[in-house]
């Protein structure tokens, strides 16, 4: 049987199974300053995305501007160094109005952020708005718990949670939940 289609050129021509993996993710990872959780989300979803051949552009951002123009914790950064990643050169920025326009997925890192979200929202967002841990089964509602003011344990147990949402996003955007 032959076929007119091109699947370089047709999506139409892809069978459904397949289809996913031609979408063009943005995903921007939300917590308070974006120095601790939200960074370490960016760095585990980014590796998933490698690790699993999403197309995606990926960023985190805070819903306030405390640490504008800062790297992450230094703690955010042993714990991410730790596990292999080099979240140095990133600088933390407050959320803005085109983010709900240039983002497909605005994730929150607890239900406050995700509750700033909604109210920030304008009429013309795009964006779809979760909670992280939403993304993993058992832990719907769940909030990635702040390390900021505690000890530098916190910061491993942020990044086992972020890195468990990281699989459940990137399941979700497959469409394999």
Aim: with cysteine; proline share 5%.
């Amino acid at each position: 049987m032959s076929s007119n289609c091109d699947a370089a050129v047709s999506p139409a021509c892809i069978p459904e199974r397949n289809l996913t993996l031609l979408r063009s993710y943005a995903i921007l990872f939300v917590c308070t300053g974006n120095i601790c959780r939200s960074p370490l989300a960016e760095a585990a979803f980014r590796e998933e995305v490698i690790r699993r051949g999403l197309t995606a552009s990926v960023d985190s951002a805070g819903t306030g501007n405390w640490h504008t123009g800062e790297p992450p914790d230094p703690r955010a950064q042993a714990v991410a160094r730790r596990h292999g990643f080099e979240i140095g050169a990133y600088r933390a920025r407050q959320v803005r109005r085109e983010d709900f326009v240039t983002f497909t997925h605005l994730v929150a890192l607890d239900k406050g952020h995700l509750a700033a979200l909604r109210r920030l929202a304008p009429t013309d967002s795009i964006a779809n708005l979760s909670l992280l841990l939403d993304h993993v089964p058992g832990r719907a509602g769940q909030d990635v718990a702040d390390p900021y003011y505690g000890a530098d344990a916190g910061f491993e147990e942020t990044w086992r949670d972020v890195c468990a949402g990281a699989v459940g996003l990137a399941r979700a955007l497959l469409g394999q939940e």
